[in-house]
């Protein structure tokens, strides 16, 4: 009992947490699609709303685990709860493989980018992605051999889902995307190294000819950068949790449910905390963006100081007065 209190404790704090960071992340990037007509942070959008989404699926259990064993859930409801749990995490995977395939896009063929990647082709892909992703999380629900046969009213992924399914994750989606990511990795390293040497061998000439040295351009970088992470972070979330669902499914009598439900769960779930700050925060726009946020925050702090300092005499004035000179210190510095 102490034990479920805990992880139902940790549970909520992630909960809140990925919730918080990635609705933020929604509301600096929104402006931004509206401002710039920028289809790549479509993909960042629709990434925060799944990791969202998956932060309020997870929300729904911790009443589960706080509550005390005379009140079980029932079996219908915890399925629909998982399902709506896996749909999300399913939608947040593939959304990070269409930012990888965008980055990909975007370095192998510059010129055609804004061709290929239009409105059209944007939605039709996060239209299919959203299909796509019920269609997984709700798969177990329909096919009997992916659901326990036996249910004791406390609500966890494989109190009501079989490990066959996470089998079955495991051999089509999660090794086919770690496949290609690690192709688009390979191709944009290529590429970024036949740049390189493109611009060291331009230098050189322009060094012999005495003529202007050319600026580098750090985009082929941290296009690789940017990919490295995908792989990195997605790799180190999931697979532990995958890999030993496929070895519960191997010997049946080594009863991992425990390590798989508390530890590895969650170290998948807290990929929708990492999300937020590996490809939205660290975009120069969205940071700016955010800049700009809490620039209006501080206006409006300082617009309600000088409205109590009405009310608070001189002291409360030169209160206020003191705090919007310092708030302007710091914008400038800024």
Known sequence: ?????????????????????????????????????????????????????????????????????????????????????????????LTVMLIAFDRYLAIKWPLRYFQIMNGFVVGTCLAGLWLVSNLIGFLPLGIHGFQQTTY??????????????VLT??????????LLFVFFYCDILKIASTHSQQIRNTEHAGALAGAHRPPRTPSDLKAVRTVA???????????????????????????LYLVLEQYLWLLGVGNSLLNPLIYACWQKEVQQQFSQMALAMKKGLAACLLLSARDGGPEGHRESVRYITTMSHLELEG
Not at 54 to 70: C, F, R
Request: aromatic share 10%.
């Open 229 to 255: 992470i995908l792989i990195g972070s997605f790799t180190l979330s999931w697979s532990p949790f995958l890999i030993t669902g496929i070895v519960q499914v191997a010997c049946q009598e080594c009863r």
């Open 1 to 93: 009992m102490e034990s479920s209190v805990s992880f139902g404790v940790i549970l909520a704090v992630l909960a809140a947490l990925i919730i918080a960071a990635n609705a933020l992340v929604a509301m600096a990037v929104l402006p931004l699609i509206f401002k710039n007509d920028s289809v790549s942070l479509c993909f960042t959008l629709n990434l925060a709303v799944a990791d969202a989404l998956l932060g309020l699926a997870i929300s729904g259990l911790v009443t589960d685990q706080l509550s005390s064993p005379a009140r079980p859930t029932e079996k219908t409801l915890c399925s629909l709860r998982m399902a709506f749990v896996t749909s999300s995490a399913a939608a947040s995977v």
């Open 152 to 165: 004791r009213g406390s609500c966890s992924f494989f109190a009501v889902f079989h490990p066959r399914f």
């Open 169 to 178: 994750l495991s051999c089509v989606g999660f090794f086919p995307a770690l």
